[in-house]
């Protein structure tokens, strides 16, 4: 934990990259070709949760152009870097996903 939450000191667009910005757009375009190869085997694009969300980089550009609504969890500091990042999370929790205890079902838990 105390990596993560110095790990915003480093600066840089995306931390959880770890300096290696230019992969963000192939890795989010891989995402989403995954959920569209996935959509048979998905209930719905109704809800979607990002664990160990980060800065919200998967949920701004994966999650939430695919799912209705999107939640995000996360135990480090990053999670207020989220909370700028990705208006369009429904909710954030502050937790670590061994503590983490679903109150609703998703259509998509994505770790």
């Keep these: ?3 993560w939450n110095k790990i915003k000191s480093k600066g840089g667009k995306d931390p959880n990259l770890e300096g ?12 989403r070709n995954m959920l569209d190869d ?9 809800t979607a949760i990002d664990c160990g969300g980060g800065n919200g980089r998967v949920s701004k550009s ?14 480090s500091n990053l ?7 990705v208006p369009k999370v429904k909710n954030f ?12 079902n998703y259509d998509c838990i994505w770790v």
């Design 62 to 75: 994966v999650l939430c152009p695919k799912f209705a609504a999107v939640d995000l969890v996360e135990h």
């Design 38 to 46: 996935f959509k048979d085997r998905i209930s719905g694009t109704k």
């Design 93 to 104: 929790y502050k937790s670590s996903l061994q503590q983490f205890e679903f109150t609703r």
């Design 79 to 85: 999670i207020e870097d989220a909370k700028k990042n």
């Design 20 to 31: 290696f910005s230019e992969w963000d757009k192939p890795d989010c375009e891989q995402s």
């Design 1 to 3: 934990m105390r990596y």
